[in-house]
Each structure stands twice: as C-alpha cells, then as structure tokens.
C-alpha cells in the first residue's frame, strides 16, 4: 500500500507545493529559499525515510517565518493525509539521536490529538541566516496540523548547527517508527475506542 499526500497552499505570505510519500528512499528535493531549513528537512527525510517534494516561495524580505511555519502546517497536512485512518499503524515512536556534542530526543503519539512540548536547551541564535527560534514553531505547526502528541527534549548540546539536526533527525525517525505499519495488528486501530482522530483515545 501506498502511503502519500499532496498539499498545495498559497496565502499572501507564501506559495506552497508539497508531495510526500512515506517508507520511501527516493532522493529528497527540497527548495524553501532558506538554506538551512531545507538542510534539517533533507535529514528528516532520509532518516524518516520518506520522500519529500517541496517547493515555496515566501516573503524572504520580511523574514524567514512565514515560510517555516507555513511548511510545517502543509508537511502537517500531508502527514495526516498520507497516514489515512491510522489503520494497523504502530502509532507510538520515539527515538535519541547524537550529533557530535549533541542529544537530541523526540516521542510522537499519532493520537488525532496535537499537543507539543519542548524541553531543554532555548534555542536562540543563528546558523547563517537561519533564525532557531523558527525550529519551535515549525515543530509546533507540525504537530497542530499532523495531530500529533509531539514531545522534543535537547539533553544537553552546545553547536546550534548539531541541536537542530539531531532534533529533526530525531522527529524522522520517531515518525517512520510510529507510522510503520505493524503486520500482527492486521487492519486493528491502536485505540480503545477503535479510531482516531475524530474520537480520540
């Protein structure tokens, strides 16, 4: 079965064309005009393995977070459209990634329910001209428009180059692991109530 989503959202801000297909190693391109940012997608997407098309144009003279809000609510959209009625989904992931000096931790509930929360190191400060206080917001948009629990520690970590990308590494692969499909699980909801999103658990 295949497993993807097309998004397409244009506002006064930003012009956005996504295609996302999950369990898939096909080469990522990615073209947000933030060259940092499309850096942190392209490591969600391999270590998430799943293949992402993204093309925006934002309003790069205001600043840069119009366009990384606004794709973490289209990946959000896509997330949940490629994910369907979560059928036979493992639907809980979580995983530690290191980056050099690094420790960067994600859990993800694919609950029908957005709630995020970070923890650990403020992010503050720019990598190029990548503002990371962009990366919360992108998380949180991420996470409203998937509905997701999405939980984000930093350990400890001192690059803010090596912080952010063992965070969207980590949110990757939690999310290949929690959307997996699980073979004993048949076509079985992982919910007490047998569905999600429209009823919660």
Not at 6 to 24: F, G, H, N, P, Y
Not at 140 to 167: D, M, P
Request: hydrophobic share 40%.
């Amino acid at each position: 079965m295949t497993r993807k989503a097309e998004i397409k959202r244009k506002t006064s801000e930003t012009d956005i064309a996504l295609k996302l297909m999950l369990e898939c190693t096909e080469k990522w391109e990615i073209n947000t005009g933030v060259g940092f940012f499309d850096h942190m997608l392209g490591s969600m997407s391999k270590h998430g393995r799943f293949s992402l098309e993204l093309n925006c144009k934002g309003d790069y003279e205001v600043d840069a977070h119009h366009t990384v809000e606004d794709t973490g609510i289209c990946l959000g959209k896509a997330f949940k459209k490629a994910l369907g009625d979560l059928s036979g989904v493992a639907r809980f992931g979580d995983a530690s990634v290191p980056m050099d000096d690094s420790l960067a931790k994600a859990v993800v509930d694919l609950s029908g329910r957005a709630f995020f929360k970070y923890t650990g190191k403020e992010l503050k400060g720019f990598v190029g001209d990548y503002d990371s206080e962009l990366t919360i917001e992108f998380l949180r948009a991420f996470a409203t428009n998937a509905q997701i629990n999405l939980h984000v520690s930093v350990i400890y970590g001192e690059n803010n180059h090596h912080i952010q990308e063992a965070v969207f590494k980590a949110l990757g692969i939690a999310l290949y692991k929690a959307a997996k499909i699980d073979e004993f699980l048949q076509d079985n909801i992982q919910s007490t109530k047998g569905s999600l999103y429209d009823n919660g658990d």
